[in-house]
């Protein structure tokens, strides 16, 4: 079992920059490749971005690429996500999420049914 808590959401204006934090508990972290995945009211839960068990590899979805960047501390047991530029469109419940896989395709890192654990989730809106 893995226990996440995402923290750091909040209401910020457009433009503005925020830095999710996941900070994980239970079984070895580093044995997880850990994503980001949010959710707007009425839509489907989202793929935002992935990083690989060592840090080495990391993927975005098009609509955040350039603007949001994940990391993760295995000494901290951490995983981060560090949004600039922040729009509208980014308003939403943000999950991170732990999955013992490997695989590299898109279609899997991408698909939330394929990861173990989740967090809470925390809230970002973003004001025009």
């Known amino acids: 079992q893995v226990q996440l808590v995402e923290s750091g959401g909040g209401l910020v204006q457009a433009g503005d920059s925020l830095r999710l934090s996941c900070a994980a508990s239970?079984?070895?972290?580093?044995?997880?490749?850990m994503g980001w995945f949010r959710q707007a009211p009425g839509k489907e839960r989202e793929f935002v971005a992935r990083?690989?068990?060592?840090?080495?590899?990391?993927y975005y979805a098009d609509s955040v690429k350039g603007r949001f960047t994940i990391s993760r501390d295995n000494a901290k047991n951490t995983v981060s996500l560090q949004m600039n530029s922040l729009n509208p469109e980014d308003t939403a419940v943000y999950y991170c999420a732990a999955d013992l896989g490997t695989s590299y395709s898109s279609s899997y890192y991408q698909n939330h049914h394929v990861y173990d654990y989740w967090g809470q989730g925390t809230q970002v809106t973003v004001s025009s």
């Open positions: 239970g079984r070895t972290f580093s044995n997880y490749a």
């Open positions: 990083i690989s068990r060592s840090g080495g590899t990391r």
